[in-house]
């Protein structure tokens, strides 16, 4: 439940109210230290057994956990994939179905964009695709194929994912979608808190990445269009808006060969800004204060913070492979291209040519879109139409 790992943990917990709301109580099990700082200011029951070991995350107090607990339940939902929880989800599923003759827990899988086939198919993974294929044939695909139901953040997800394993056989397949709270009212206790983390920005015009600094994100591609469109952006007299990317991981290798990459470029470097993860006000005061979002990610399962965007009234500036980019198109929330150079390059082109007028009608757009498909209300009512096995927005 580590926020710096991802969205998942954080989809999660924007359920929780809304879930309330419709007589639904959630309890997590979870291989998390019970020490955990982020763990102190949850609303959900957290039952945090202590980090698991290795790569494969094996924890021996799972499965006394998962024996002693799990007839409390209605539904079960394994979260994520590739690891020892959903290996021992699906044994408890088979002996709990065996030992309570059909009223056993319904069993549900969200696999958050773990079968998507880019991660078979990534150059720089082929080592890990062999080792999928086989932990596939022998382990993962008995959970898929013998759960009650797959969840799906979007209908992109739940279509990609037929493309990647054999035998691949879901009961069912549910859209449930995804999605956040209406974020709380600008205020400039926002725009402060989130200044003091950033100084050097001086409040001028900025570009917002918010996200994971990750290889699949193609921050490499962003920086690179940034750096070549500045310097013929300023060489005709015009300004550029600053590139702020936020978010954990500028310490591993790949952080590190972006700040190189960025000091190559000494006039550019001054444009572009680290403020680290950033959450609360912080986070709130960046989305408000931006221009607009960019993600130009090689793989993105959804994208929670494309979504928060949305809800600030940003247009995006999104990869057509962020797997609701189709909603963004057709609301005309942001603009859509290629996850390359030349994408990238259209991306920061096609914004900057915009007129005011246009970017605003835009940002008008993407609150729009916000409420008609991510406001966590409605996305809580599906996940309760898939807990009850009714027919949701899904392709079943």
């Known amino acids: 439940m580590d926020p710096v790992n991802g969205g998942p943990?954080?989809?999660?917990?924007?359920?929780?109210?809304?879930?309330?709301?419709?007589?639904?109580?959630?309890?997590?099990?979870?291989?998390?230290?019970?020490?955990?700082?982020?763990?102190?200011k949850e609303y959900l029951q957290i039952h945090a057994i202590g980090e698991g070991k290795g790569i494969w995350r094996y924890n021996k107090g799972l499965k006394g956990w998962l024996k002693e607990n799990i007839h409390r339940f209605d539904v079960v939902v394994v979260n994520g994939l590739w690891l020892y929880h959903s290996y021992m989800a699906s044994k408890m599923m088979e002996k709990t179905r065996k030992k309570r003759d059909g009223k056993a827990p319904r069993f549900?899988?969200?696999?958050?964009?773990?079968?998507?086939?880019?991660?078979?198919?990534?150059?720089?993974?082929?080592?890990?695709?062999?080792?999928?294929?086989?932990?596939w044939?022998?382990?993962?695909?008995h959970l898929i194929n013998n759960a009650d139901g797959l969840?799906?953040?979007?209908?992109?997800?739940l279509l990609l994912a037929r493309e990647t394993f054999w035998p691949y056989h879901p009961k069912k397949e549910y859209n449930v979608g995804y999605g956040i709270d209406t974020p709380p009212v600008f205020n400039n206790g926002?725009?402060?808190?989130?200044q003091q983390l950033c100084p050097a920005l001086k409040g001028e015009p900025y570009l917002l990445f918010l996200s994971r600094i990750h290889p699949k994100k193609g921050l490499d591609l962003l920086i690179q269009c940034y750096i070549e469109f500045s310097k013929a952006v300023i060489s005709s007299g015009e300004k550029m808006p600053k590139l702020v990317i936020a978010g954990p991981g500028i310490e591993t290798p790949y952080g590190q060969q972006l700040i190189k990459l960025i000091s190559q470029e000494p006039e550019a470097a001054k444009d572009i800004f680290f403020p680290g993860m950033i959450t609360g006000d912080a986070k709130w005061g960046a989305f408000?204060?931006?221009?607009?979002?960019?993600l130009p990610s090689h793989q993105e399962n959804f994208g929670i913070a494309v979504v928060e965007a949305l809800a600030c009234n940003k247009p995006v500036l999104i990869s057509n492979q962020v797997n609701i980019w189709t909603e963004i198109?057709?609301?005309?929330?942001?603009?859509?291209?290629?996850?390359?150079?030349?994408?990238?390059?259209?991306?920061?082109?096609?914004?900057?040519?915009?007129?005011?007028?246009?970017?605003?009608?835009m940002g008008n757009k993407a609150r729009l879109l916000f409420e008609k498909e991510?406001?966590?209300?409605?996305?809580?009512?599906?996940?309760?139409?898939?807990?009850?096995?009714?027919?949701?927005?899904?392709?079943?």
């Open 329 to 361: 198109k057709n609301g005309e929330a942001g603009i859509v291209e290629n996850n390359n150079l030349t994408g990238v390059l259209n991306l920061l082109r096609k914004w900057l040519a915009m007129s005011m007028e246009d970017k605003t009608m």
């Open 288 to 294: 408000y204060g931006c221009e607009a979002f960019i």
């Open 190 to 194: 926002m725009r402060v808190t989130f």
């Open 108 to 135: 549900l899988v969200m696999p958050h964009g773990m079968l998507d086939p880019y991660f078979q198919r990534a150059k720089t993974r082929r080592l890990k695709a062999i080792r999928n294929w086989f932990y």
């Open 151 to 157: 969840l799906f953040t979007c209908e992109t997800e």
């Open 137 to 141: 044939k022998l382990v993962e695909r």
């Open 9 to 40: 943990s954080q989809g999660i917990r924007n359920l929780d109210h809304s879930m309330l709301e419709l007589g639904v109580t959630r309890e997590i099990v979870c291989q998390d230290n019970p020490d955990s700082k982020y763990l102190n």
């Open 374 to 396: 991510f406001d966590i209300s409605k996305i809580a009512q599906n996940f309760v139409d898939a807990f009850n096995d009714k027919k949701t927005k899904a392709t079943q």
